[in-house]
Structures are given as structure tokens and as C-alpha cells.
């Protein structure tokens, strides 16, 4: 389009499969969020899902931990535009938390200790697509990555996979969360580049 | 104030000056075609294009007013950065770039109104955490607002300060800006108790007291914002009040 920005070479790489449109490669953990880290007590954590008739679905931290694990490897798209490859996570699938529990909804909002709040579509948290994931390199998640557990929600853009979760709250209707009301997109889709509504 | 609600698409803007602030940091004003405005606070996607079509974008905050229409962003060099260095070493005034944005709506100051009691306002900045929180300062001083501001600014050292020479000047003329400066490797000459690591202490004599219920904007890499948004909760400020920006991996 004979547009270019003058003196301008970039650090250019071959191809790079698996790259959504508009992000680089890091291989550093950057870490982005809206306030101070909460400080979250195993001993106090729980985990709810409630659905759209008011049942609630309650885990303490053991017996979350007693669900059956996986390990997952996965890469990672910030909206920032970073991506991280191959990252290693152990956690429990949105499979075995969802299954038995009784629902027609289409949506789920999530919650986080902390006020942090993010809507993603159900049918995305099925499938073997998303988990709570507790472990990161083989390590306990650290507080600063959304630790004791965090949802992980790899094929969307990363605020999706919201820190220190805390819940969810299936809804029928698509309620945007915090990032999503001040104007990122309801989805959020890399490989879609759909950053922003 | 308006704050567009969301970014408009990549729009091809104009270089239309440069100014050295430090060895590694340089202010961009940057002419944008049909600019909507920013609220202090808010962020630019800047994109390059090589002549082959190869393109690179990265974020960095508005440094510049809200009040003066104008958009200047200041870039900190990262050595290993693919973006940085050019718009820190290379690009000249007349050359062109694009630019997506204003972006964010969190990290935002918005005025008191008029007859508003004023919230105070800490700002914690770490190195160049300070850009986002300079348009903050700006903009309180061009719209003559009388929140009182406080800023922590936390630096390896004098020289390497950005906007240093205009932090001093807003200080001692305007009675609504307070500046707490932190030298962690090297201070000036005679400097009480010289360079030292920030600690609780050091946040506790440079920030108002958390019975004030200031509004606080944390900025700087990210151990510097965990560190820092720790003593402020341990110091007893609400973890409601405290927003926060990190940059960096």
C-alpha cells in the first residue's frame, strides 16, 4: 500500500505457526491486572457454580482438589498483544465441575475474589476447552498469576481466564464483565483479533 | 470529559516532534488525523510498518493533557525491545506511523465536579510508570482543579527521572501537587538518607494517609506495582481505591 514507517526493519521472524494476527512471541509471564493482588486463604477459598434457578454448587479448596486433575499444555494470546507458547498447567476441566449439574443457560459470568468479573459463552467452557487451573510449571499457581486457581480459558484472549476465580454464575443472557464494560470485545477471539467491541 | 468508547480502527499519523527526556526515553508528539480526544490515563496501540509490509504494535500510554488536544506518548527503550528502540532512537520528526486508540477506561482520573467535596489522589509511580500518571498531573494543573494530588515517585536515579525538571517546576508553584521522590541506586548530592530500596516506610511517609481515602493509581513494572499495592493495603488503604497498571514481563 506504499505506506511504511521510515527506517523501520523489525525484528522479523519466519512464519510463526499458531501466531494470531497482531501479537509477538514472549517468552517472559507479563502480568496485567486492575488492582492490588487479593490475598486469598486456601482455608477460606471456595468454589460455586450457580445456575440460572438459583442452585448453587459449592468446593472447598479440598475437595476441589479431590476432582480428578489434568495436566495442560497450551499456548496463551493477551490482548495486550503477547503470546506465550507451550505454557504448562495443571487443573481440574469445567467438564467434571459442570457435569451432573443441571442447566439450559448459554452464558457464564465469572467471578473473582477481588470484584474482577468476565462473561464467557458455556458451550466454550465445554469440550476440554477451560479449567481451574492450580498449578503452573509444576508449581502452585502464584498469587500474582491468579493463585491459589485461576480459570483457564486458553482459545480466548486471556483476560477471559479470569484470576483468583472465585465462581460462576450461568446466565441465559451474555452480560459483559469488567474488561468486556469498559470496552473489550463480548468474546474475544485471537485468532479473530477481536480485541475491542 | 468524553471517553470514546472504544478505539477506532488504525489511523495512519504524522511524527511532529521528538524531545529527549533521558538517556533512554523520549517524548513523541504525534499529529493523528480526526484525534477523538483521551481521558488521563488511557493508552495508543502504535503499529510500524516495514517496507516489505511486515508490521509490529505495542501500547504505550498518553503522556500529554487531556485538556491539550494533543497526543504525546513517552517510550522507555527496552535493549531487547522490537519497537522501542526505533521510536526511542530512530524515527524523526515527518515520518509516519499508525495509531489505534484512545484504549482503557479502568486506569482513569476523572475530575471531581465543581461542587464536589474533592478525593484526594495518590499517585505511585516506578520508573516509567510515571507517563500514564503525568497526563493525570497535566491535566489537573491545565484544568485548575484543586484535588489534591500526591505523587511517590519512585526512580533509580535523578537522571534517569522523566520529566524531572517539570515535576519540580508544577511542585513549587502549584499548591495542589505534592511530589515524594524515591532514589533506589543513586541520589543527589546531600539527598537525606540517600539512595535506598523503597520499603513500607518509605511508601508510608511518601503517600497521604489511608484515613483520607485517596483515589490510588499504582504504575511501574510488575514487582514494582506487587510490591507497592502491598504496603498500601498493609498500610490500611481500601483495596477498592487502588487501581493499577503494570507493564513489562
New interface residues.
Given amino acids: 500500500m506504499g ?10 521472524r519466519p512464519e510463526v505457526p499458531g501466531l494470531p494476527p ?1 501479537q ?1 512471541v ?1 517468552t ?12 486469598v486463604d486456601t482455608d477460606d477459598w471456595q468454589f460455586t457454580i450457580a445456575t440460572e434457578t438459583g442452585a448453587v454448587h459449592r468446593w472447598s479448596w479440598d475437595e476441589f482438589r479431590a476432582l480428578p486433575a489434568e495436566d495442560v499444555s497450551t499456548d496463551i494470546h493477551c490482548v ?3 503470546s506465550k507458547f507451550g505454557t504448562s498447567w495443571r487443573g481440574v476441566s469445567l467438564d467434571t465441575l459442570l457435569a451432573g449439574i443441571d442447566t439450559g443457560a448459554g452464558f457464564a459470568l465469572a467471578h473473582s475474589y ?2 474482577y468479573t468476565t462473561n464467557v459463552p458455556l458451550p466454550d467452557l465445554l469440550g476440554g476447552k477451560a479449567w481451574v487451573a492450580f498449578e503452573f510449571d509444576g508449581e502452585p499457581l502464584a498469587s ?1 498469576h491468579g493463585g491459589p486457581a485461576r480459570l483457564l480459558v486458553p482459545h480466548l484472549y486471556f483476560w477471559k481466564s479470569a484470576k483468583w476465580v472465585q465462581g460462576l454464575t450461568l446466565l441465559e443472557h451474555d452480560t459483559p464483565g ?2 468486556e464494560q ?2 473489550y470485545h463480548m468474546y474475544g477471539d485471537p485468532f479473530r483479533e477481536q480485541r ?2 | 470529559m468524553t471517553v470514546p468508547l472504544r478505539p477506532r480502527d488504525w489511523v495512519r499519523a504524522t511524527v511532529s516532534r521528538v524531545h529527549s527526556e533521558t538517556p533512554n526515553a523520549r517524548t513523541l508528539a504525534i499529529d493523528v488525523p480526526g484525534w477523538p480526544g483521551h481521558a488521563p490515563g488511557q493508552h495508543v496501540d502504535i503499529r510500524l510498518t516495514a517496507p516489505d509490509g511486515y508490521t509490529a504494535s505495542r501500547s504505550y500510554s498518553i503522556a500529554s493533557s487531556s485538556a491539550s488536544g494533543v497526543v504525546e506518548v513517552t517510550v522507555d527503550r527496552l535493549d531487547d525491545g522490537e519497537v522501542s528502540p526505533y521510536l526511542v532512537d530512530v524515527v524523526v520528526p515527518g515520518d509516519q506511523l499508525e495509531v489505534r486508540g484512545p484504549a482503557g477506561r479502568w486506569f482513569v482520573w476523572t475530575a471531581d465536579a465543581p461542587d464536589a467535596a474533592p478525593r484526594p489522589v495518590q499517585l505511585v509511580a516506578g520508573g516509567s510508570g510515571i507517563v500514564p500518571l503525568m497526563a493525570m498531573i497535566r491535566t489537573h494543573d491545565d484544568i485548575h482543579s484543586s484535588t489534591p494530588f500526591r505523587l511517590l515517585y519512585s526512580v533509580r536515579s535523578p537522571e534517569l527521572a522523566i520529566y524531572r525538571t517539570e515535576l519540580l517546576e508544577r511542585a513549587s508553584t502549584g499548591d495542589s501537587l505534592a511530589v515524594h521522590w524515591a532514589f533506589t541506586r543513586s541520589a543527589p548530592e546531600g539527598w537525606a538518607g540517600g539512595a535506598a530500596r523503597l520499603d513500607l516506610s518509605a511508601v508510608r511517609r511518601g503517600v497521604f494517609p489511608p484515613e483520607l481515602g485517596a483515589e490510588v493509581f499504582v504504575c511501574g513494572s510488575t514487582p514494582f506495582v506487587e510490591a507497592a499495592a502491598n504496603w498500601l493495603l498493609d498500610l490500611g488503604h481500601a483495596h477498592d481505591d487502588i487501581r493499577t497498571e503494570r507493564y513489562g514481563g
Fill in positions: 505506506f511504511f514507517s521510515n527506517g523501520f526493519s523489525g525484528r522479523r497482531g509477538y514472549t517472559s509471564f507479563p502480568v496485567l491486572s486492575t488492582g492490588p493482588t487479593p490475598r495486550t498483544t503477547w477481588g470484584g500474582e469488567f474488561w469498559n470496552g475491542y467491541w
